[in-house]
């Protein structure tokens, strides 16, 4: 048996980056293990095999991302040249009125990035809540993006596209009186 840290960091060292980054990010999201402590154990194994890649794993890693699909979809974001967004963001309206918790947020360009496991569309009165959220959210002045699991595993290059263009029309948005993230 070995300590949640030393797993992370084991997996990290042997599997690829993204599912090394999928594990860190769970670990970290469980509060099974912090930063530090894989720190910590990366400074006892430096020099082994893969020590490398599971460093640029534990400093990549973010206990806010809640799912493998939001860990992955930041290192689509990543390897598309995006900048880094906040995650789990807060939203309120003019008025300071909560809209909703978003997973992704470039605030530079008003721009939120959602990404939907398809459990979240198989409840009709939940689709129809995120559709009204969506509303809102455009009406304070936000450019917002839906992703699959579909679109971040097989379609990355239009996963850029499409958060270009929206970064493009968030950017002219920001007026007096809009939305704002706390």
Same mark, same amino acid.
């Given at each position: 048996?070995?300590?949640?840290?030393?797993?992370?960091?084991?997996?990290?060292?042997?599997?690829?980056?993204?599912?090394?980054?999928?594990?860190?990010?769970?670990?970290?999201?469980?509060?099974?293990?912090?930063?530090?402590?894989?720190?910590?154990?990366?400074?006892?194994?430096?020099?082994?095999?893969?020590?490398?890649?599971?460093?640029?794993? #534990?400093? %990549?890693?973010? $206990?806010?991302?809640?799912?493998?699909? *939001?860990?992955?979809?930041? @290192?689509?974001?990543? +390897?598309? =040249?995006?900048?880094?967004?906040?995650?789990?963001?807060?939203?309120?309206?003019?008025?300071?009125?909560?809209?909703?918790? #978003?997973? %992704?947020?470039? $605030?530079?360009?008003?721009?939120?990035? *959602?990404?939907?496991?398809? @459990?979240?569309?198989? +409840?009709? =009165?939940?689709?129809?809540?995120?559709?009204?959220?969506?509303?809102?959210?455009?009406?304070?002045?936000?450019?917002?993006?839906?992703?699959?699991?579909?679109?971040?595993?097989?379609?990355?290059? *239009?996963?850029?596209?499409? @958060?270009?263009?929206?970064?493009?029309?968030?950017?002219?948005?920001?007026?007096?009186?809009?939305?704002?993230?706390?």
């Amino acid at each position: 048996m070995t300590t949640v840290p030393r797993t992370v960091i084991d997996l990290a060292r042997t599997l690829d980056f993204r599912s090394g980054l999928v594990v860190a990010d769970s670990a970290l999201h469980q509060r099974l293990t912090s930063k530090q402590e894989l720190r910590d154990v990366l400074a006892a194994c430096r020099r082994w095999p893969g020590a490398s890649r599971a460093a640029q794993v #534990v400093e %990549f890693a973010d $206990r806010l991302a809640e799912s493998p699909l *939001e860990s992955l979809a930041r @290192l689509v974001f990543r +390897d598309l =040249g995006l900048p880094a967004p906040e995650l789990q963001v807060e939203i309120r309206d003019a008025d300071g009125q909560f809209i909703g918790r #978003v997973d %992704f947020l470039w $605030r530079q360009f008003r721009t939120i990035a *959602e990404v939907d496991g398809a @459990l979240k569309y198989d +409840d009709r =009165g939940r689709a129809r809540a995120q559709l009204r959220r969506d509303k809102l959210l455009r009406a304070a002045d936000y450019e917002v993006e839906h992703f699959t699991w579909r679109d971040i595993v097989h379609e990355q290059n *239009e996963v850029g596209k499409s @958060l270009w263009a929206a970064f493009r029309l968030g950017s002219q948005h920001g007026t007096p009186g809009s939305g704002s993230a706390v």
